[in-house]
């Protein structure tokens, strides 16, 4: 089990290194294109719907037995026609130097740049279930106000958090997680699930 763990630890490492790295050059091409708003949303649309949607094309990114020129015409076949050509022409890079498999881990640093560039707060929050558009947006406005700052939520779902949520700040922590509601849990609709959130998120934001 200790090694297994320590091998996954490596990777994660090794996967983040490369990720920093390769962001750092989009980044940089992005800006001196002055495309780098839309390098980094077309970014976020290969990762969360292209290779999210498919495991087969996520796969194909990582293999290494798969030919780098099939891998290029795969980029020109998909993206050619909605990516911005800085976008494309280093996802070729990428896949001549076999790194599309880090592709996911790319996207996350490219999207820290970003935001520190833009003094962006990132705030992560863990829901019992996923959050919709309408509440979504409440809480990033919420956020924003009481940082006085642009915010950006980093999303995840944690069945565990039932009736409540997580949102954590840098090294501040707001926990509303009540494990031991799963009767009222079962019966509550989204839509009073969201209203229960918000209840909650502003007894956070008044009590700063």
Do not use: C, W
């Amino acid at each position: 089990m200790t090694e297994t763990v320590e091998q996954h630890s490596v990777l994660d490492t090794e996967a983040e290194a490369v990720g920093k790295t390769y962001a750092r050059a989009l980044i940089g091409a992005a800006i001196k294109a002055g495309v780098q708003d839309e390098v980094i949303q077309q970014l976020n649309e290969l990762v969360d719907q292209y290779l999210s949607a498919s495991p087969q094309l996520s796969a194909a990114f990582a293999s290494p037995r798969i030919d780098i020129d099939e891998k290029v015409r795969v980029i020109d076949r998909l993206f050619a026609e909605d990516f911005d050509p800085t976008l494309l022409k280093f996802l070729k890079v990428m896949a001549r130097r076999d790194r599309l498999g880090y592709v996911r881990a790319v996207r996350d640093a490219a999207d820290d740049l970003h935001d520190e560039m833009r003094g962006r707060v990132v705030a992560s929050i863990r829901t019992a279930v996923p959050l919709d558009d309408a509440l979504r947006s409440q809480i990033t406005d919420r956020l924003a106000a009481m940082m006085n700052k642009e915010v950006r939520l980093r999303e995840s779902v944690d069945a565990d958090l039932l009736g409540g949520m997580v949102i954590r700040i840098g090294d501040k922590v707001f926990d509303s997680s009540v494990a031991d509601r799963l009767n009222k849990m079962a019966k509550r609709t989204r839509e009073g699930f969201s209203s229960h959130l918000l209840q909650q998120f502003d007894r956070f934001s008044t009590s700063e």
